[in-house]
Structures are given as structure tokens and as C-alpha cells.
């Protein structure tokens, strides 16, 4: 297989200010992570350490195999929000025993590990990925349950216009868990703490569950709610302690001594799982790619419109450096190709441009190719669209993009998507979008989601104001309008971030492009837990 | 005379060695560059030992027991006529002294390698010996033997105390006991004569003066069958614990040239007298210049490579060559003294624990390459010291122009000899080697009591570090490289804040935790800290060169530490029904041998976690136990007793208590670490009490 070549200047000014540039966003990002780490700060963690309880980390840590990674899945989830950065629960995916799962952890330092709208968002994805993947599923359960809180000092009658979700739509996580049994997924629950109401149908739902001696309370109706039913007072270990569920109620598989043994029993769990992956796993040489992953920093400029080739980005990827380019000569906007990363076999998808038709139509080739041959598809996002315009539009750009979306919709072999720059929208679709299926989106700080660039949004919703105002043959306010569209394209600039879209767990992360390569490996590597297989069916193709 | 064999000459063809480990394999070393076929005898335990491989033939003893191997002589003598051997050299210990053995070796036409069995049968009582040694002009010390209805008392005070109470029969430090007044007279007396029949199945004692600070100088002396007989010169032996010797010397740094002329014509005069040929040592306290005559050993000694090295001769050479009838060849004047010889004697015994018996598994052993040493081993990597015989490991002999460099370089390839797994005595030999007093000669029998060298070196925290630093690099690099999923990805590789790797460690009374993490350069960031601190800062930089496979359990790591490169040796050793994580390991650099625990990430309760739990220093057999449960014992009381290594051992309580369980009966065997007897300690339950 041909090995590519880089041609990146890293002497060149660009590459210089680009390279300052990524080092401020990075910065911004770890400073993030920290705080998420923290939790709910320092004096939360003391006092439950004064009670033996570990900080959700530390309780992951030690659950893991020694040396092996773990794949923390949208760490910054809740960002910008009145929650805490993090969200209050902690997912990933890890090795436990050997065997790769997907952890949940509630971090009973933030909010006795209650439910948000922004943990939940991420647990539910968290389940998605453990389903899709065939990963079994364990979960750390500590949680007082709804957050009955709600916000402090809001007015109550602005707080329900606001609000969207309700009650009757909740609940699809115990659903989500017993599912995961039947599609002979296992589900684990190590219970450290309260796990009240819904909480108790985690371990409710489980296939295991291990039990902390005084420490782990699972029941419907805590003491309070039980008074308020009943009358009756009762007493909580006897209403729902370890020793009463191991012993009597036999919700308990498992009665642990204290954390750590509960830790150590989970292991046990793993260890007898049986588990063995369904897809071919790893099966070309895994050697690292020739080109310097860190001449990735000073590849893209935080101003997209500047171009850069993402073979730059395949050559630092991909084992080797190898590719094996297809159609290199046609619908050259579009690169795709043959590599692997960490031995897994792999179809690549990369932008050099706007998306033609012959771009296209190659993609939906080369997405049926890949999926004849049972090849996992990466997409690698730098796109602000299909290319718009007359000639383009009666040239079928419309249809052939479809092309391109039915073959991305239907494909069944596993897709990632990493979005290294712009992916603005139907190119968002067109190149595995988070809502095509895609098993793991990952992106880079440079990356900008949105429908459309800002500017162009901000410049369209003037055109179209104009339009209006001359339709109704009123004077256009070109100064209002200056300022509107200022003030517009500043809020789109802001929503197309990526870091309000990892905020809003609209992907799975944002990552340090350094690490593209194992993060692609991680996912490829979780994705054969299950069956890698392509199809054949596809939408009617519009000829 | 050209250089032909003499007809008179009986030639040695066959010859069987009737011992075992490092002396058989040292006769046979001389036997084999003698053209002479090698016949070695073994106990069970020792069929895959050394000298039985090396040997052109070996024959099984079929036991395990020394009393029934190589100390039973039908077995011995059925051997060696099965064998079809010419000759037998008994080594030293077992049968060598024995004159039933070497009658009937020479009743069946053998040749004995050693004196004739008369001269043994003299010399083997060591009171008539002593009557002996009087009649040739040699000075003794008073004694006096303590026949059946003797009262020792009286025996005792007739000596004048302090008094040495030893075996008649004995050798090698047992059935031996140090009474410095009339109340523990009987006590010793009563163990010495258990010991003594035990070992040597001759319970008879004598009573000697014991002299507390003299040294202990021995002549070294060889005679033919023609009556010609030189000395070799000296050797001093005063560094000894439990009257065994440990460290051994020649010349003596105490011995002037006339002091040794004294001596040696007083060991030649003896020899003389008892009509003495093959090798032999005659034994002496000195004091000053005043030496006194204490026993003659009928046989080579442990410590005969000293003599060799400052002399040039090879003595079990000399001892076949004289036994085939040869004569010496050379007389006095030719013997010259080159340079100084040091020999350290390497035991699996726990200097900080009163020098006991620690058989156990030499997990590792690599002879030093710090500069040139003899070694005389019987062991290699993976040999058992087993409790049925002496748990000695290795001598290990310096040659050096001078006295002062043979014991710098000894002490140096010492702490550089690769050996783990078990308790050991040679840090401590290190300390002797370099305290002060030994390099100013001032070397004396009770050396060891009045110099207290260090049982352990002292550890830097660097190099302890260092250790800690190479397990965990050696560990993780294993455990990626054997990943079954994601092998490839980066060792402990996070894309979010998370803690820190970690190994947990125990080294001697410290738990200690190392954290590491890699860097994205491929380096890692560690610390040390200790364990209760949680994870310690990672101020460390470290820089993995490579990490080789050796062994399935061994690996050497090059790596910097904060820009200091070195090579580490790092071995595994599992430990049975030990958790995944929970392994000893054994380390080893250019600045010695570390030995630690990993500790398991989780625990799980043993038998030593019981409450005021007393468990077997070493394997044995109980011989009695003194106390039952509900008794009230003091601090220091004796609990047990028991017996290992043809030793008796005190078990006593550590604290005032009551007993609340005892796990065995007498006769009982106890594994290393068994638990014998729980202890409740009433003081701090008290003191728990009052508190709460």
C-alpha cells in the first residue's frame, strides 16, 4: 500500500499561528477538564471521603485494568450551562478483566449525584453506545434521583414557559437496560450509595449487582417518602441496606466489605462474563504512522475558510502513514481511500472542499465498496456544504448528494466521524452527522457545527430582510440591519463552536488532534465487540 | 627420576564423593582435571542439584532425611560398592570423621581420601585428643567430661566459669552452648545433650573454659604415607555467630612470623604424634601470643580455599595425590605466603533474628562480575536450601595482594552477587567486611556481639526508587504487551483528568505507593510516596530505553531516572494463590540487591492478620508446647519450642496476654509462616477499654 508524503510547511508562518492559535483552544479544553474533575469541589470530596467514599474517578481508576485507556465520553458535557461542567456523571469506555464496557459513574459530589437534563443526555448515550457496540454495561449507581431542586430563585412562572420535557416522556433509561439483557448484553450495577426511586430500577434492571455493607441503600421510597405514603417510620438499612438485600429481599447478588471490595468483586463479575468479541478484530500491521501527530497542531486555522489537504490529517492517522487512494482523479473534493489505524481495516472519507457531484457520487461508490467488504468508515469533517448554484443545481447537485446520504444512512458497517474543522449542514449529513448512525463523533477544538457558516447566516437573514422590506415597500434600515446581522452572527459564531456542541453532548467530545489515532482505535476496537458487517440494501438510488 | 608412575603408586580411577553440594562439586572439580571418573550419592531433595548433574554418575540414596542419606552409612557403603568406585573422599561433615566409615571403606578396599581411621578415632574424642595434645607439649584449656551421673555443677565450677558446653562428638557450632554462670548451667546442658544426640547420635558433653575475646587461628597441615609433613600456614576464623564461622582469613592479621612458627611446629608435633596423613587443621585460641590447642578436624575444611589461594596449592588435589600414595614432593621451606585470602560464607540464615536457620528457594543467583572472586556454590538459580541439611549458599573466596583491597573487593563483589528469594546473611557480611574493627584486625570470637554490624544495608531512597521505578515500567510494559484489546494504544492513555497509575509496594516496615503516568513524548512522570500520603506529586522523569525479556519471569530495564542511566535486573517471583496484582519482586543493579512486595490493589484477610498471631519463623518440627488456651502468659514466656535445622528455636510471647487458640500439637511440622499461637494482649484491650 503507497505511503503518503506530507508536503506541510511547519517552518511556515501559517503553520506557526495556526499552531498558537490550537495551543489557546487546548488550553481553554484543559482547563475545562480539570474543573470537570474536580466535581463538586473540594470540600464535597472531603466529606465524602470522610465517609470512605472515593471520588468517582478514583472508584473508575481502580475498576480498570492497570495501563489500559479509557475513552471518557463527552467530559464536558453541561458546559455553559447552570450545571456543573461534567454534568455530574462520568462515561467512558474502559477494560475491566479484559473486557471493554461502557462505565457510568454519578458523581455523588455533585448534587448527590442527581439526575440533569445533561447527565441524563449523557447516560442515555452512554447505554446507545453500549447497545450499538455490544459493550457490556456497568454502572456505578449513587444517586438521590430527580433533582427536585430546580433552579434557585427563579421565577417559577418563567421556569415552566421554558421548560420542554416532562415527566411522561422520562424513564427510557430502565427500558434502555433491561434491553441491553436481552440482547444478551451484561449489565452491571455496583451500588455505592442512596439509589432512590427510578435510581433503585438501575440495579433493578441489572443482570449483577453488588452491594456495599452500610453504604449501599436501594428502595422505591426513601424513609421520607415512606412517612409520607404510609405513615410508617422506617428504618433505612432495614428498609434498603446491603445486608437487607443480599440477605432478605435478594436484590443484592453481591455484599461487598467496602468500596474497594466492591471494586474488586465487580472484577470478578467481568472475569466470568465469558465475553468474547463478534467482529474480526485487528488483522493489518498496527505500526505507527511515519509523520509527527504533532505537526497536526499547526495543520488547521481557526478561520476555516482557509484551506488545508486532509491527507496531511490521514498520513498522521493512519498506520504507517499508508493510504490507498480511490478515484484520486475524480471528484477530487472529496478524498477516499484504504487504511487502517491500530490494525483495524478502515474506509476513509475526507474533505478537501466543497462537496460536487462527482464528489458525490464517488462517496456513495466508495461507501458500497466499503460496505461489500465489511470496512468500518471514517469521516473525516471539513465541510461547509454541497456546492450551491444554478449550474450545480441543474447539474443534479440535490440528487446526487442524496446519493451520498442514502449510501451514508444505510451503510451497517460501523462510521466515526472526526470533525477537524467546519461541518456545516447537509454536508454535516452527508459525511456521517451525528445523526446518521454514526457510532462515535469526535472533535477537534478547531471544529464548527451549524447549519451554515455564520457569516453566511447572518448574510442570508439580511438578504432576506431586504427582500421583506422592499416586497413591502418599506425603507430598509441598513444601520438596524449592520447590527443585527453583527449581533446574529455573533450568536451563530458562538452556537457553531465545538465546544458548545460537546456542551450540549451533541458528540462524544472534543479531543486533542494528537490523539485522533487512538481515539479512532479505541472506537474501531469497541465497535468489534460487535458484528462488522455491510449491506447490501440501500434507499432506491435517484438516477 | 623421569616423571613415571611409580608402581607403588595405587592410582585413583573411580572416585565417589560422599557428600553433597558445593564440596562434592569441589572435589570433583580437582578429581575431574585428574583424569578421575566423578560418582556423586543424593538425598531425594537434591536430584536436580548441581553436583548431582555435574558428576560422571550419581547414585540415589533413595531419602530424604540426612540420618538416612548421606549420614546412613549402609546406604554410603552399598553405594560406593555398587558404584564400583576405587576410592571415596568424604568432604567435610556427614561421614567424614566418622572412623566406622573409613574402616569399613578400607575393609572393602577402597581408598579413604583422609587420615587413617585411627588418627580420626584419636582425634574424634575430643577429650582424649586434648590428653594427647598435653602429652606432645601443646597447651589446653582446662574441661572436663561429663560422664553419666557426673554432677556438671561441681564439672562446672572445676573449669571455672565462663564455660563452654560442647559435644564430645560435635562439630559445626551444634550441641554447643556459652554458660557464663551455674544457673543456666542446666538448662544448656539439657539442650546441648537433645542437640548433640540429634546430630551426631552421641549425646556425650564436655565442660571447657571459655575464652571470650581470643581468636580462632588454625593450622592448616598435610602429610603423606611416607611420614613427611608440612603446615600451610594459618587461618584466622574469629568471626563467628552461633561458633560457626562466617568470615575466614589467611594469613591472620594477629599472627606474627614467630607466633606462627610456634603454632605450626605445635600442629606439626601433633600431627606427628598421631602419625597423620592427608589434609588436616589443628585448632587454637590465640590470645596475644599465648595460644592454646582446642581440637584437631581429621578432614579438609570449609574454609580450605583461603589456603589454597595464598599458597598456590590445590588442596583436594594434594589429598587424592597423597592418598594414591604419593609423596609430598616439597618440604616447609619450599611453602611461601602469597598476598590475602578472605572468605565469606553465604547462609540462608536471618542475621536479624538471631542468625536462624532461612532455607528457602534461590529464586536468582549470578555470581558478581565486580571484580574477581572464587566462587564454591552448590546452588544455582532455582536451587531449594533445604531444612534437612546446612543452609549454606556459597563461599565466596578474594584473592588481593594485600588485606586491606581483599576485603574492599570482597565486600564489593559480595553486595554485587546476584542472589533473592530467601533470607540471607550477606549485606551483613558486607558490614563486617567494612566495619572499621575488621579492617584494623581487631578480630576477635565474639567479633559479631561487640561490632553488631548492620544485618541490612542501608538503602538510599534513590536507589530504592530506582527499584520501585523499574518494577513498574517492567509491569506495565508486560501488561500491554500481553493486552488482549487495545495493545496498541498508548499505556494508560486518557483523554480526560483522571488519577494516576499506580503500584503499591512494601518494602522492609514501609508501604509505599508509586504513581506514574506517560507523557505524550513517551516519557513518564512518577513519584514515590507513602502509601497512606495517597498519590504522591510526579516530580520524576523517567526515560524507558528497554525493557528485555530474559525469562518468563525475568526482564532487564535500561531506563533514566531524572537523567541518571542505569540497567536494572528485575525478576517475578508469583506467589502462590496470590491475587493478580501481588508478587514479590526481586531486584537487582549496580548498587545490589532489592527484594520487595507488590501489594495487591485489593485486600483479602490471611492467617498473620489474626490478633496477636505468632507464625513458624522457618519450616520445623514442634518439639513441645508449653502453654494451653486460657493460659495467662507473661511477656518473654515460653509458648514453644520448636526444632528446625537440628536447632532448637524458643518460641516466646512478644506481649503479656492470654493464649486464645493454639494451632498445633507437639510433633507437629510447621510451614514457614504457619500460625502456631494467637495471643490476646490484655494491656491495650484495657487501654481500648478506658478509651471508649
Known amino acids: 500500500m503507497p505511503t503518503l508524503e506530507s508536503t506541510l510547511d511547519i517552518r511556515s508562518d501559517q503553520f506557526a499561528d495556526n499552531h498558537a492559535a490550537m495551543g489557546r483552544l487546548l488550553g481553554v479544553m484543559e482547563d475545562l477538564q480539570a474543573e470537570a474533575a474536580e466535581g463538586g469541589g473540594e470540600e464535597a470530596t472531603q466529606r465524602l471521603a470522610a465517609r470512605g467514599k472515593m471520588p468517582i474517578r478514583e472508584r473508575i481508576a481502580n475498576a480498570l485494568d492497570p495501563d489500559t485507556p479509557f475513552l471518557e465520553i463527552s467530559p464536558l458535557a453541561a458546559w455553559r450551562t447552570s450545571y456543573n461542567v461534567g454534568s455530574g456523571f462520568v462515561v467512558g469506555i474502559g477494560v475491566i478483566r479484559g473486557v471493554e464496557c461502557v462505565i457510568l459513574g454519578h458523581d455523588p459530589s455533585v448534587r448527590a449525584g442527581a439526575f440533569n437534563p445533561f447527565n441524563t443526555k449523557k447516560l442515555m448515550r452512554g447505554l446507545e453506545i453500549a447497545r450499538e457496540n455490544r459493550l457490556p454495561y456497568v454502572q456505578f449507581v449513587e444517586s438521590a434521583g430527580a433533582d427536585l431542586r430546580g433552579e434557585s430563585g427563579e421565577d417559577p412562572e418563567a421556569a415552566i414557559r421554558r421548560e420542554e420535557e416532562h415527566f411522561g416522556e422520562t424513564g427510557r433509561l430502565f427500558y434502555e437496560i433491561t434491553e441491553l439483557s436481552k440482547l444478551r448484553i451484561p449489565t452491571v450495577s455496583l451500588v455505592f450509595g442512596a439509589s432512590t426511586a427510578g435510581g433503585a430500577y438501575q440495579p433493578g434492571m441489572s443482570d449483577y449487582n453488588i452491594l456495599i455493607k452500610n453504604q449501599s441503600r436501594v428502595f422505591l421510597g426513601g424513609p421520607p417518602l415512606v412517612k409520607m405514603a404510609t405513615g410508617e417510620d422506617a428504618d433505612p438499612e432495614a428498609l434498603g441496606g446491603a445486608d437487607m438485600h443480599c440477605t432478605v429481599s435478594g436484590l443484592g447478588d453481591y455484599l461487598a466489605e467496602d468500596e474497594m471490595d466492591g471494586i474488586r468483586l465487580l472484577r470478578d463479575v467481568m472475569s466470568h462474563l465469558n465475553w468474547r468479541k463478534q467482529g474480526p478484530g485487528p488483522s493489518l500491521a498496527p505500526d505507527d504512522p511515519l509523520e509527527d501527530s504533532a505537526a497536526l497542531l499547526g495543520l488547521v486555522s481557526e478561520d476555516l475558510r482557509t484551506p488545508f489537504d486532509m491527507r496531511e490529517v490521514i498520513s498522521r492517522v493512519m498506520d504507517g502513514s499508508r493510504f490507498e487512494e480511490f478515484k484520486p482523479l475524480y471528484g477530487p473534493t472529496l478524498v477516499c481511500g484504504w487504511a487502517s489505524v491500530h490494525g483495524f481495516p478502515v474506509g476513509v472519507l475526507g474533505n478537501n472542499g466543497a462537496l460536487f457531484s462527482e464528489a458525490a457520487e464517488k462517496a456513495a461508490q466508495f461507501i458500497q465498496l466499503c460496505n461489500q467488504i465489511d470496512v468500518p468508515l471514517v469521516f473525516l469533517h471539513n465541510i461547509t456544504g454541497f456546492i450551491v448554484g444554478t449550474d450545480y443545481e441543474q447539474g443534479g447537485i440535490t440528487k446526487n448528494g442524496s446519493k451520498m446520504i442514502n449510501a451514508v444512512a444505510n451503510s451497517t458497517v460501523p462510521h466515526i466521524s472526526i470533525i477537524v474543522g467546519a461541518s456545516y449542514g447537509a454536508g454535516n449529513y452527508g459525511m456521517s452527522g451525528r445523526s446518521f448512525g454514526t457510532r462515535f463523533t469526535f472533535l477537534w477544538p478547531t471544529a464548527k457545527i451549524a447549519v451554515m457558516g455564520p457569516k453566511q447566516m447572518a448574510g442570508v437573514m439580511s438578504i432576506v430582510g431586504r427582500g421583506a422590506a422592499q416586497r413591502r415597500g418599506l425603507e430598509f434600515d441598513e444601520e438596524a440591519d449592520a447590527e443585527r446581522a453583527a449581533v446574529a452572527e455573533h450568536w451563530a459564531e458562538e452556537r457553531s463552536k465545538g465546544l458548545y456542541a460537546t456542551s450540549r453532548v451533541a458528540d462524544d467530545g472534543m479531543i486533542d488532534p494528537r490523539d485522533t489515532r487512538d481515539v479512532i482505535g479505541m472506537c474501531l476496537s469497541a465497535c468489534h465487540n460487535g458484528p462488522v458487517k455491510g449491506t447490501k440494501e440501500f434507499g432506491t438510488w435517484r438516477m | 627420576m623421569a616423571d613415571v608412575t611409580p608402581i607403588s603408586l595405587q592410582p585413583i580411577r573411580r572416585l565417589l564423593i560422599a557428600n553433597r553440594g558445593e564440596i562434592a562439586r569441589r572435589v570433583m572439580r580437582s578429581a575431574r582435571e585428574m583424569g578421575i571418573y566423578t560418582i556423586a550419592i543424593y538425598a531425594n531433595g537434591d536430584a536436580t542439584a548441581p553436583f548431582v548433574q555435574e558428576a560422571d554418575e550419581a547414585i540415589a540414596l533413595d531419602g530424604d532425611s540426612s540420618a538416612d542419606t548421606y549420614l546412613n552409612l549402609t546406604k554410603v557403603l552399598e553405594a560406593c560398592e555398587r558404584s564400583g568406585a576405587d576410592a571415596v573422599h568424604p568432604g ?19 581408598i579413604w581420601v583422609g587420615p587413617s581411621p585411627d588418627a580420626i578415632a584419636q582425634m574424634g574424642d575430643k577429650l582424649s585428643a586434648k590428653a594427647l595434645m598435653t602429652d606432645a607439649g601443646v597447651p589446653t584449656l582446662p574441661a572436663k567430661e561429663l560422664r553419666a551421673g557426673e554432677d556438671f555443677a561441681v564439672a562446672a565450677l572445676e573449669v571455672g566459669y565462663p564455660v563452654l558446653v560442647k559435644a564430645s562428638a560435635g562439630g559445626g557450632g551444634r550441641g554447643m552452648r556459652i554458660v557464663r554462670g551455674a544457673d543456666d548451667l542446666a538448662d544448656a546442658v539439657a539442650s546441648a545433650k537433645r542437640e548433640a544426640g540429634a546430630s551426631f547420635g552421641d549425646d556425650t558433653l564436655f565442660i571447657e573454659r571459655w575464652l571470650s575475646a ?8 598435610l602429610g603423606d604415607n611416607h611420614g613427611q609433613l608440612v603446615h600451610c600456614f594459618e587461618r584466622e576464623c574469629s568471626i563467628q555467630r552461633r561458633h560457626q564461622k562466617v568470615i575466614e582469613e589467611a594469613p591472620s592479621p594477629a599472627v606474627t612470623p614467630a607466633i606462627r612458627a610456634a603454632m605450626g611446629a605445635a ?15 589443628v585448632e587454637f585460641l590465640l590470645d596475644g601470643d ?5 581440637e584437631v578436624n581429621t578432614r579438609l ?15 583436594v588435589r594434594e589429598q587424592l595425590r597423597l592418598a594414591e600414595g604419593e609423596e609430598l614432593g616439597y618440604v616447609q621451606a619450599d611453602l611461601a605466603i602469597n598476598g590475602h585470602a578472605i572468605e565469606a560464607r553465604i547462609y540462608a540464615e536471618d542475621p536479624a533474628n538471631d542468625f536462624l536457620p532461612a532455607p528457602g528457594k534461590v529464586a536468582v543467583w549470578a555470581e558478581s562480575t565486580s571484580g574477581a572472586a572464587r566462587y564454591d556454590t552448590g546452588v544455582v538459580s532455582g536451587s531449594a536450601v533445604s531444612q534437612e541439611f546446612d543452609p549454606m549458599i556459597a563461599k565466596v573466596i578474594v584473592h588481593a595482594p594485600s588485606r586491606r583491597e581483599a576485603a574492599a573487593r570482597l565486600a564489593r563483589v559480595l553486595e554485587t552477587t546476584r542472589i533473592q528469594g530467601l533470607t540471607h546473611n550477606r549485606d551483613f557480611l558486607v558490614a563486617c567486611l567494612r566495619a572499621p574493627e575488621f579492617l584494623s584486625g581487631d578480630t576477635t570470637t565474639d567479633f559479631i556481639e561487640r561490632v553488631k554490624p548492620a544485618a541490612n544495608r542501608i538503602v538510599s531512597i534513590d536507589e530504592r526508587n530506582a527499584a520501585f521505578t523499574a518494577v513498574a515500567m517492567v509491569a506495565q510494559h508486560e501488561r500491554r504487551l500481553n493486552a488482549k484489546v487495545l495493545s496498541t494504544i498508548n499505556s494508560g492513555w486518557r483523554n480526560s483528568v483522571m488519577p494516576p497509575q499506580r503500584s503499591q509496594f512494601g518494602f522492609r516496615d514501609e508501604e509505599l505507593r508509586l504513581a506514574y503516568a506517560k507523557n505524550r513524548d513517551g516519557t513518564f512522570s512518577t513519584g514515590v510516596g507513602e502509601l497512606v500520603n495517597g498519590d504522591p506529586s510526579l516530580d520524576s522523569r523517567v526515560q524507558l530505553y528497554s525493557v528485555n525479556q530474559e525469562s518468563s519471569e525475568a526482564h532487564s530495564v535500561e531506563l533514566a531516572i531524572d537523567g541518571r542511566r542505569q540497567t536494572l535486573s528485575v525478576v517475578r517471583v508469583a506467589q502462590p494463590g496470590a491475587q493478580e496484582d501481588e508478587a514479590r519482586w526481586l531486584v537487582h543493579s549496580a548498587r545490589g540487591d532489592i527484594e520487595f512486595t507488590q501489594l495487591p490493589r485489593f485486600h483479602r484477610k490471611g492467617a498473620g492478620d489474626a490478633e496477636g498471631a505468632l507464625v513458624a519463623p522457618m519450616p520445623g518440627k514442634v518439639l513441645a508446647v508449653e502453654v494451653a488456651v486460657g493460659d495467662q502468659v507473661e511477656k518473654g514466656q515460653l509458648l514453644l519450642i520448636l526444632e528446625a535445622m537440628k536447632m532448637e528455636h524458643r518460641i516466646t510471647a512478644p506481649t503479656k496476654g492470654t493464649i486464645v487458640a493454639v494451632h498445633v500439637q507437639s510433633a507437629d511440622q510447621a510451614d514457614n509462616g504457619q500460625l502456631l499461637i494467637e495471643i490476646h494482649n490484655d494491656i491495650d484491650s484495657k487501654n481500648e477499654d478506658s478509651a471508649t
Open chain 2, 92 to 110: 567435610y561433615g556427614f561421614l567424614s570423621e566418622n572412623t566406622e566409615f573409613a574402616t569399613a571403606v578400607e575393609a572393602a578396599g577402597m
Open chain 2, 301 to 315: 575444611q570449609v574454609e580450605h580455599p583461603i589456603t589454597e589461594e595464598i599458597t598456590g596449592l590445590d588442596l
Open chain 2, 214 to 221: 581470643a581468636r580462632h587461628v588454625e593450622i592448616q597441615i
Open chain 2, 267 to 281: 600442629a606439626v608435633a601433633a600431627a606427628q604424634k598421631l602419625g597423620y596423613r592427608s589434609a588436616g587443621t
Open chain 2, 290 to 294: 599465648e595460644f592454646w590447642f582446642l
